[in-house]
């Protein structure tokens, strides 16, 4: 169901019981051993429950005006100076870096060391650790004054050499990369009532408690306390760096008051133009952090929907029980598409979201914004589920995040690997619009080009399908389905869902596809 929601632009659960709340509370065992350690979960949680019970206090802003005025250029001459890296000195495998208040990045965390004992003991801001480049600031007028957030490294190129694996910071917001990759789309917290009338809620990371790491340890656990008007939480991250970097998550929410769209393990990315949305005056063929949203269905049925830059806000949704996994994913590994070596937009990851657990009925829902360049992350991809979060009851939830290049995510059958729209030569415009969708698997490249396939196509009331062909391609050994449809009223959207299939059954993920409706001139 599409919905087209006149509501502002968004800018980048239930109770379930003390069984269950215990079960998540206990999965990191599932996951990996962690050391025994006084320091758990358990404690974050309790503070969050604290929290919750009292009236919700905004952070100060007390940045000293010289780092409040700071321009983007600025606030990135700023440098953390990697000699000073925590754990450096005892050449641990994971070192913890800093990053300095100023700018956009106004409110301090508080960040924490566990040791081996579990006993905790802040960790200080010091303004010496910092290179200040061409800016005027007085580093000793900011003794105390607190960090911005921190980021992880980690050997995961090559051994001896740490590369930043995680970041956290503003807001609730993080990124993670494993072997290769660069940054490119966010994870974040909570989506707290995107797209809607009211506005966008934005908890935020307050505190942070890191645990030291053991001297052969090939994970790295984080708990994070997070606040907001409405909203507090615990959460526990296990990092698991490499060719994948995997994120374990368990979280533990408490509402103060209602909320009306509370969205869990959300993603927050990029798509400015594609093989999809072809026509812009750039000398790169696309520009995007993900190109797609795929979704495994609790009924088993995989979805690929490719993602668009609207011309007004495009509220989209895809309802299950139960999920098994979804993703904004960047498929298109090819640098030919991009042509841009300092982005490396094909070097960017994608994240794929897997529950632990059972997540009940509710949808996947994906919001894309309008957006006129890539500094703005304009995809927001979350859960929604069914029954509404409690005011002052525990919801205890648990995922695993994995941050991927290649290998990549694919479905058993096959997948689509590009769709495109545009028209070929006509002597005329006849106002119709045409896809070409290839798909590509094992089992697809196996079938001879006079195999009995068909792809099964719905168009929705709002379209009528004029032209439908599917052929093998000979130059790349791919299936090409191409559609050419009328639509009689371009102010109403356009469902499109397609798959392969022969007598044996399904061949394909669906084809997903959401014509937005056109603005009125």
């Known amino acids: 169901m599409t919905h087209v929601l006149a509501a502002p632009r968004s800018t980048a659960p239930r109770r379930r019981g003390s069984l269950l709340l215990r079960a998540v509370l206990g999965l990191s065992a599932a996951w990996a051993a962690a050391p025994a350690a006084a320091f758990t979960l358990d404690d974050v949680a309790q503070r969050a429950r604290q929290l919750a019970q009292a009236p919700y206090q905004a952070p100060a802003d007390r940045l000293p005006a010289p780092l409040r005025e700071l321009k983007y250029d600025d606030y990135r001459d700023i440098r953390y100076q990697s000699e000073h890296a925590l754990w450096r000195a005892e050449k641990l495998p994971f070192e913890l870096q800093f990053f300095h208040p100023g700018a956009q990045y106004r409110e301090t965390v508080r960040i924490n060391e566990i040791n081996a004992r579990g006993g905790v003991a802040p960790i200080a801001f010091d303004p010496a650790h910092y290179h200040y480049g061409r800016n005027a600031i007085d580093p000793q007028a900011l003794r ?247 005011p002052q009851q525990p919801f205890a939830y648990a995922y695993r995040m994995r941050w991927q290049m290649q290998p990549e995510l694919r479905p058993p059958l096959a997948w689509v690997a590009q769709t495109r729209r545009g028209r070929g030569f006509a002597r005329q415009p006849d106002g119709h619009i045409k896809f070409v969708v290839d798909f590509d698997g094992q089992a697809l490249r196996l079938l001879a080009a006079d195999s009995d396939i068909e792809a099964a196509i719905n168009v929705g009331p709002n379209a009528e399908l004029v032209e439908r062909n599917l052929f093998k391609n000979r130059a790349t050994g791919l299936w090409r389905m191409t559609l050419r449809l009328r639509r009689p009223d371009p102010a109403k959207p356009v469902e499109l869902r397609a798959l392969l299939r022969h007598k044996q059954g399904v061949l394909s993920e669906t084809w997903s596809y959401v014509l937005p409706p056109q603005p009125e001139k």
């Open 144 to 390: 105390g004054l607190g960090h911005a957030g921190f980021r992880v490294h980690h050997a995961v190129n090559r051994p001896g050499y740490k590369d930043e694996v995680l970041v956290f910071l503003g807001a609730s917001y993080f990124r993670a990369i494993g072997k290769e990759q660069v940054y490119g789309l966010s994870a974040r917290a909570l989506a707290v009532d995107v797209a809607t009338p009211t506005g966008e809620e934005f908890p935020r990371f307050t505190e942070f408690w890191v645990q030291r790491p053991a001297p052969r340890a090939t994970s790295l656990v984080i708990y994070a306390l997070m606040d907001s008007r409405r909203l507090t939480g615990a959460y526990r991250f296990e990092l698991v760096p490499g060719t994948e970097t995997v994120l374990n998550v368990q979280a533990v929410v408490h509402a103060r008051e209602a909320v009306a769209k509370l969205g869990l393990a959300p993603l927050t990315s990029m798509y400015l133009f594609g093989e999809n949305q072809p026509g812009r005056d750039d000398y790169r063929p696309e520009v995007h952090d993900s190109d797609g949203l795929a979704i495994h269905t609790g009924e088993n049925e995989w979805i690929w929907r490719p993602l668009v830059n609207p011309q007004r806000l495009l509220v989209t949704s895809f309802r299950s029980t139960d999920p098994r996994g979804y993703g904004l994913m960047q498929r298109d590994r090819s640098h030919a598409s991009y042509e841009d070596p300092e982005a490396l937009y094909d070097r960017r990851p994608s994240a794929w979201i897997e529950p632990a657990g059972r997540w009940g009925a509710g949808r996947v829902e994906l919001v894309q914004i309008p957006t006129p360049d890539e500094t703005n992350d304009n995809i927001v991809a979350y859960w929604l589920a069914d029954k509404a979060l409690a």
